[in-house]
């Protein structure tokens, strides 16, 4: 063998030497990555594995990953690139599943009911009997009223995972849109008393004491969500809705006032029979709040809600001469939405509104997904799937 051949050869080695040692950083960057996700640390997860990126190392598997630590995160938008290039990349990788159920999450917080129900379809076509996947259906099915199937998803998936606690909230608050009172404050202090910390499930409790005539309790429970979640209007807005059926008309307006600063949006889409704008409409001299929800909609760049309450502003000082308003004003609270509260008196009584306790004006959603990474080791590629699935 000629010195050529040798030479040809050692450098054969060195490169397959070098391939593979890049191949087990690559994979223990991934699996440290993998450890960050898993504690909770998502911006530790994308910098390792940004790191993994910059070595040369890329998959689907990575790609999933690094979507769901931006899904975490609350940037759906990344989030949704990184899942949808990672099942680019890995079309048939064990974890495609685990994708789609990101994906659904997605579209289930941006309101795209339709396509989040597919995603969480094709995650429960590729794992059959998933139950994270199942409970998304619940939620989409309860988004859209559908309560017979959104009980349906949530019992198939304590079935398969009893201590799902997502699926057991969800069974709370379809107790809650049927004004099963009773049902829905079995259910909701079933989980707290599983996680006291669960702010959603406490205001959803808060809600039900407010339909029961409860306002004191009502008025604790959002109180206590208001510390927990300084940055969500739902409690503020419930502690409005408290003062004003107790009387407490000053309170009121102002707690009004603030659940607005903090998301006029939510409060204006918060209750679909439109109980505000009928309150307002009653209340000539609350008629600088009404305009203040225009304002605060077209500042926070909802603008079809903000034109929906100026033409309203416009037809009320229009109509009847005994609730005249200002002309000149724009308005509060806003059209149709698909959720939920403060109904009228009567809806409490009869029990007929849709409510629905909406999420927070944070990251968070209804059911928000576990941290929970299936593909934990270096190899999830193996016929038997995922290495494991830590849960929760």
């Known amino acids: 063998m000629g010195c050529r051949q040798l030479l040809v050869l050692l ?32 911006r ?3 910098e390792r594995l940004d790191e993994v990126r910059r070595r040369g190392a890329d998959s689907g598997r990575l790609r999933i990953l690094l979507g769901w630590s931006y899904l975490k995160l609350g940037d759906l938008a990344r989030a949704r690139v990184e899942l949808e290039e990672g099942l680019r990349l890995g079309p048939r990788d064990p974890n495609a599943y685990y994708a789609h159920e990101g994906l659904g999450w997605i ?48 019992r198939a998936a304590l079935e398969r995972a009893p201590g799902d606690r ?53 008025r604790r429970l959002f109180q206590d969500v208001a510390r927990r979640e300084p940055s969500w209007a739902d409690p503020v807005l419930g502690l409005a809705w408290v003062a004003e059926r107790q009387g407490r008309r000053a309170e009121a307006k102002a707690g009004f006032r603030e659940a ?25 001299d609350w008629a600088d709040l009404w305009r203040d929800l225009g304002w605060a909609l077209y500042h926070q760049r ?10 309203a502003i416009r037809t009320a000082s229009a109509g009847s001469a005994t609730r005249s308003m ?19 008196r009567r809806c409490r009584r009869s029990g007929s509104a849709w409510r629905s306790p909406a999420r927070p004006a944070s990251t968070r959603s209804p059911a928000t997904p ?9 190899t999830p590629e193996r016929s038997g799937g995922p290495a494991r699935c830590s849960g929760r």
């Open 107 to 154: 579209a289930y917080r941006r309101g795209e009911h339709d396509r989040a129900l597919a995603s969480f379809t094709e995650a429960l076509r590729l794992q059959p009997g998933y139950h994270h996947a199942m409970t998304g259906l619940g939620w989409v099915y309860l988004a859209r009223r559908n309560l017979s199937g959104a009980e349906a998803s949530f």
């Open 260 to 284: 607005l600063a903090k998301s006029a949006p939510y409060v204006a889409t918060a209750d679909p029979t439109a109980s505000l704008r009928a309150l307002l409409r009653e209340r000539p």
């Open 326 to 344: 200002p002309s000149s004003g724009t308005g509060r609270r806003s059209p149709r939405s698909s959720r939920r509260w403060p109904a009228a």
């Open 166 to 218: 997502d699926a057991r909230r969800g069974l709370g608050f379809v107790a809650y849109h049927r004004g099963d009172w009773a049902g829905a404050l079995e259910r909701f202090q079933a989980v707290l008393r599983d996680d006291p910390a669960d702010t959603l499930t406490r205001s959803a409790l808060g809600w039900t004491h407010y339909y029961r005539g409860d306002y004191d309790t009502a």
């Open 44 to 46: 530790g997860a994308i």
């Open 370 to 378: 576990p941290p929970r990474w299936p593909g934990a080791t270096s």
């Open 302 to 311: 909802a603008f079809a809600l903000a034109e929906t309450e100026f033409r």
């Open 11 to 42: 450098v054969l080695g060195l490169l397959s030497i070098g391939t593979g040692c890049a191949a087990i950083a690559a994979g223990t960057g991934f699996d440290r990555a993998v450890e960050a996700f898993e504690r909770g640390d998502y």
